[in-house]
C-alpha cells in the first residue's frame, strides 16, 4: 500500500485550493461570460450562486473528502457507499474534458507572455491572436502547457503543488489592482463601470432561461465545483479544522479576484470602442493585449508580468483538476505517481489536439464542462450528502462542534440547492436538444399559459 500523502499546512490547503479556484475561470472566462449574457445582471445571478449554492456546495465536497481521505471515485467505497461512486466517475470523466481545452487557452497565455517580450501582439492585437490562436502553434504551446502542469504533479502534495501556490495568489492580485488603476484613468473607465454594475432586469426578464444556467455553470466552474477537485484537495487534510472558515475563504477570495477582473476588463473595452462579449473567448487577449500595448510606458514588462501571473494561476488550477484523476490511479490502482502523471497528462494532449487545431471545439468543450457536467456531478453529489450520507453533518461539526450551521446547512443542502441545480440541469438539457432537434420542450409548455 502506497502512503498517501497530506497537506504540510492548513494554510498549504487553503491555499492550494485558492489556487484551484483562481485560475483562467476569473480571468478569462469570467469576462467573456459576463459580457455575453447581458452584464450586471448577470453579475448578480452569479454573485447569488456563488455564495448561496457553490459555498455550501463546497462544504459538500469537503465533507466527503476529509470523511474518506480518498480520491472522488474511491471515496464512496471507504465510507460505505460504494453504489454511488458513478457520482465521482463523472468528474474524472469531467475533468479530462476541462484539460483538453483549458490547457490550449493556458497555452495561448504562455505564449503572449514570452509574445510581451518581443512586443509581437503591440501592433495588431486581433491580427496576432487570430495567428496565434489555432493550428500547429497552438498545438505546440498546449503540449508546454501540459508539461508544466504535469511535470508539478510528478512531484506529489508538498514539494509540488503546496509550493507552488504559495507565490502565485499575491502576485495576481498585485498585478490586476495595478491594471485596475490603470483602468480606472481611461476614457472608457466610466462607462465601463456602468455597463458592470448597473443591471438591466428587462434582459433578466427575456433571456432568463439563458443567464440562468450561464450564471450557475460560471459559479461551478470558478470555485472548482462539480469534478471532485474539492473532494481530492480536501481528502488530504489530516487536522479537522472548521471547513465553513476555510470555505468562506476560498470562496471570498475567489469572488474578490473575478469582480476585480471586471473592473479591469470592461473600462478598456469601452475605451476601445468594443462590445463587451463579443470577443468570445480572445476577448481578454485582444482587449487587454491592446490596452497593454498602449501603455504610456513598461508595456513589455507590464505585459510579461501579468501574463506569467495568468499562467501561474492557469497551472495551479489545472493542477487540481489533473491530480484528481491521478489520485484514482494512485488509491485505486497503486499505480506509481510518476507513471500516472505523464500518462495522464499525454491522454489530456490528445484529447486537446482538436481545441487547438478548430477554434469551434473549445466551445464545444467549454459548453460541455460549464453547462452539463459540472452540475450533473455536482446534483449528485448534493443529493448524495443530503440524503444518503448519514455521516455528513457529524463531519461537518468536527472543528466547529455546536455551530447551528451545520443543520442549516444540511436543509439547505437537501432541498433548495438540489432543487436549483435540477432546474438548472433541466434547462440545459432542453436547450442542447433544441439546438440537435429544434424541439424546445420549455418554450413550448411556457407557450400552454
Ligand atoms: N476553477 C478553475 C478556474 O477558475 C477551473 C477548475 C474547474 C479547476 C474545475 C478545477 C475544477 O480556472
Known amino acids: 500500500m502506497i502512503k498517501r500523502e497530506s497537506w504540510a499546512t492548513r494554510l498549504g490547503f487553503i491555499l492550494a485550493a485558492v489556487g484551484s479556484a483562481v485560475g483562467l475561470g476569473n480571468v478569462w472566462r469570467f469576462p467573456f461570460q459576463v459580457g455575453q449574457e447581458g452584464g450586471a445582471a448577470f453579475l448578480l445571478i452569479y454573485l447569488f450562486f456563488v455564495f448561496l449554492i457553490g459555498f455550501p456546495a463546497m462544504l459538500v465536497e469537503f465533507v466527503i473528502g476529509r470523511g474518506s481521505k480518498r480520491n472522488p471515485i474511491g471515496a464512496f467505497k471507504k465510507i460505505g457507499y460504494e453504489k454511488w461512486k458513478f457520482a465521482g466517475a463523472i468528474g474524472v470523466f469531467t475533468g479530462f474534458v ?3 481545452f483549458y490547457s490550449v487557452v493556458g497555452g495561448w497565455v504562455f ?3 514570452g509574445a510581451s517580450i518581443t512586443g509581437a501582439y503591440f501592433a495588431e492585437p486581433a491580427v496576432y491572436f487570430s495567428s496565434i490562436s489555432t493550428g500547429y502553434g497552438a498545438l505546440l504551446f498546449h503540449a508546454v ?5 504535469g511535470g508539478i504533479v510528478y512531484f506529489g502534495v508538498r514539494r509540488g503543488i503546496e509550493l507552488a501556490v504559495k507565490f502565485m495568489v499575491p502576485s495576481i492580485v498585485a498585478l490586476l489592482a495595478l491594471l485596475g488603476i490603470y483602468a480606472s484613468t481611461l476614457p472608457g473607465a466610466f462607462e465601463g463601470y456602468a455597463w458592470y454594475l448597473s443591471p438591466d432586469f428587462s434582459v433578466l426578464a427575456q433571456n432568463w432561461t439563458s443567464i440562468l444556467p450561464a450564471a ?5 466552474f470558478t470555485l472548482s465545483l462539480g469534478m471532485g477537485a474539492l473532494i481530492t484537495y480536501s481528502s488530504y487534510m489530516n487536522k479537522d479544522d472548521n471547513l465553513a472558515v ?3 475563504s476560498i470562496v471570498g477570495a475567489d469572488t474578490f479576484i473575478a469582480v476585480l477582473v471586471g473592473f479591469v476588463v470592461f473600462p478598456i473595452i469601452f475605451t ?6 463579443e470577443g468570445g473567448p480572445g476577448e481578454l487577449f485582444v482587449g487587454l493585449g491592446g490596452a497593454i500595448a498602449e501603455l504610456p510606458f513598461g508595456a513589455n514588462a507590464f505585459g510579461l508580468l501579468f501574463f506569467l501571473a495568468v499562467f501561474i494561476a492557469a497551472v495551479s488550477s489545472s493542477i487540481s483538476i489533473l491530480e484528481t484523476i491521478v489520485s484514482w490511479l494512485i488509491d485505486n490502482f497503486e499505480i506509481d505517481r510518476k507513471v500516472a502523471s505523464v500518462g495522464i497528462s499525454s491522454l489530456i494532449f490528445l484529447a ?11 466551445t464545444i468543450f467549454d459548453d460541455l464542462a460549464a453547462l452539463i457536467l459540472l452540475p450533473l456531478g455536482m446534483f449528485f453529489l448534493v443529493l448524495f450528502v443530503g440524503w444518503f450520507y448519514k455521516e455528513a453533518t457529524e463531519e461537518l461539526s468536527k472543528g466547529m462542534e455546536g455551530s447551528r450551521i451545520v443543520k442549516i446547512w444540511l436543509w439547505h443542502v437537501r432541498i433548495p440547492i438540489l432543487i436549483i441545480i435540477g432546474m438548472v440541469l433541466v434547462i440545459n438539457f432542453n436547450s442542447y436538444i433544441a439546438e440537435y432537434t429544434g424541439i424546445d420542450f420549455i ?3 411556457l407557450s400552454i399559459f
Not at 476601445?272 to 462579449?277: E, F, S, T
Request: proline share 5%; hydrophobic share 60%; net charge negative.
Open 246 to 248: 476555510d470555505g468562506a
Open 272 to 277: 476601445m470602442g468594443a462590445v463587451p462579449g
Open 443 to 445: 418554450e413550448y409548455v
Open 216 to 220: 450557475a455553470g460560471q459559479a461551478f
Open 145 to 149: 502547457f501540459m508539461l508544466f502542469v
Open 111 to 113: 505564449r503572449y507572455a
Open 98 to 100: 476541462i484539460m483538453a
Open 352 to 362: 486537446g489536439i482538436p481545441v487547438a487545431l478548430d477554434m469551434n471545439w473549445l
